[in-house]
């Protein structure tokens, strides 16, 4: 069983830039492709992007292209979501989760999620 960790959410001014991590437990880490999603209040979650097990391949969704970037470190078993330029409506619970098929944008092939950390965006 893998458990994941997220990190780094918190409250950031409109225009700036945060960065979270996703640790795994587990060593076979590299596996599996790493997905981003997020829920904000009061909506259903949606797919953010996700990253192949070798981190060479990148799907973002379309409303997030630019300004969302996600890298992987499978020495440390870390996956990363850098968000720049932010905005209000990017104020979610993000979360980060796991899966056996490459470049899913879909809830139900993600097998494994973390606990979610809250991002708030406000001035």
């Known amino acids: 069983q893998v458990h994941l960790a997220e990190s780094g959410g918190g409250l950031v001014q409109p225009g700036g830039s945060l960065k979270l991590s996703c640790a795994s437990s587990r060593h076979t880490f590299s596996s599996f492709a790493m997905g981003w999603f997020r829920q904000a209040p009061g909506k259903e979650r949606e797919f953010v992007g996700v990253?192949?097990?070798?981190?060479?391949?990148?799907y973002y969704a379309d409303s997030l292209k630019g300004r969302f970037t996600i890298s992987r470190d499978n020495a440390e078993s870390t996956v990363h979501l850098q968000m720049n330029s932010l905005k209000p409506e990017d104020t979610a619970i993000y979360y980060c989760?796991?899966?056996?098929?490459?470049?899913?944008?879909?809830?139900?092939?993600?097998?494994?999620w973390g606990q979610g950390t809250q991002v708030t965006v406000s001035s």
């Open positions: 989760a796991a899966s056996g098929v490459m470049g899913s944008s879909l809830q139900k092939d993600y097998h494994t």
């Open positions: 990253i192949d097990w070798s981190g060479d391949t990148t």
